[in-house]
């Protein structure tokens, strides 16, 4: 299976930027779709981004459409989630994921971001 890392989290103020990476380690990361999860204190854990092997498709959450960019690097094993016009709602701890088949694995440990008002 595929190793992921997260970083790039941080406290930052509403209305900032921040930029997310993932690396993922092994030479199989380019077969995978990748996606972007969060999880916030006392909820469960949601959907933000995916983006296809190629890079070509990305779906994305409602709540983040139009703020959030994910993109991916195949060269450098590694999947960005670009975060614009951030919100206190969107604090939380941030994750990255392989999708096998129809499913989501290989969680990293997260990264937290933390966005105030």
């Known amino acids: 299976q595929v190793q992921l890392a997260e970083s790039g989290g941080g406290i930052v103020q509403a209305g900032d930027s921040l930029s997310l990476s993932c690396a993922a380690s092994?030479?199989?990361?380019?077969?995978?779709?990748m996606g972007w999860f969060r999880q916030a204190p006392g909820k469960v854990r949601e959907f933000v981004a995916a983006?296809?092997?190629?890079?070509?498709?990305?779906d994305y959450a409602d709540s983040v459409k139009g703020r959030f960019t994910i993109f991916r690097d195949n060269t450098k094993n590694t999947v960005y989630l670009q975060m614009n016009s951030l919100k206190p709602e969107d604090t939380a701890v941030y994750y990255c994921?392989?999708?096998?088949?129809?499913?989501?694995?290989?969680w990293g440990q997260g990264t937290q971001v933390t966005v105030s008002s």
């Open positions: 092994g030479r199989t990361f380019n077969r995978y779709t």
């Open positions: 983006i296809s092997v190629s890079g070509g498709g990305t």
């Open positions: 994921a392989v999708k096998y088949g129809s499913s989501f694995g290989s």
